[in-house]
């Protein structure tokens, strides 16, 4: 089992570019993996971690409802925001500038086969991450993601997450609301949830910015410990 992942941060890229990305890196390992069983063979599938930042755009689920946008094309364009319905689980979410998108593109035979595991761990990367901020964030049973206060008045999301996989192959990921503009998710119903807040780091801290490449780092470390991965060759793409 391939258990080496590439990394690659993106920088700030264009939403649809990125997921033409993400389909090419996929494919290459749907591909190779079929080629394998059809021909038996055994060559490695590579595993990739993307990071990225996003210009303001909305992004609906195949699952998701229409409904939950609450902007018309003309308002998107004056909020200079763009809109895509996508292959990825999940109902509505926003990303932009301010946020850190992480996309890992995964061949789960080579970690563990479990859809239900692959999404916790996200989920405990987060947490864990937040934890050394001084955040206490956890999950909200049946809704994907994590957040802050679950089960008071005061619940809100800081971290969205959406997966499509295949043959387990995994594509799209997570958004964790670093220095996000808050303000743009008072166009949407975030991922469908009624009543609940959405949230960023450095609110929650208090502060006017975080430092972006620090917490990048932390991700990493415990992605890399989670996963038990090993990351290689920061690779620009």
Known sequence: MNKKVVLRDLGYKDYKETWDYQEVLFKEILDLKIRNRRENRTDETTNYFLFVEHPHVYTLGKS???????????????????????????DITYHGPGQIVGYPILDLDNFFTDIHKYLRFLEEVIILTLDEYGVKATRSEGETGVWIDVGTPFARKICAMGVRASRWVTMHGFALNVNANLGYFDNIIPCG????????????????????TELKKKLLKHFQTLFEAEFIENVNA
């Open 64 to 90: 998701g409802d229409l409904s939950n946008l609450l902007l018309n094309e003309v308002q998107l364009k004056e909020k200079q925001a763009t809109f895509y319905k996508i292959n990825r689980g999940g």
């Open 193 to 212: 949830i009624r009543g609940k807040g959405v949230t960023s780091l450095n609110v929650e801290l208090g502060v006017e910015k975080v430092d972006e």
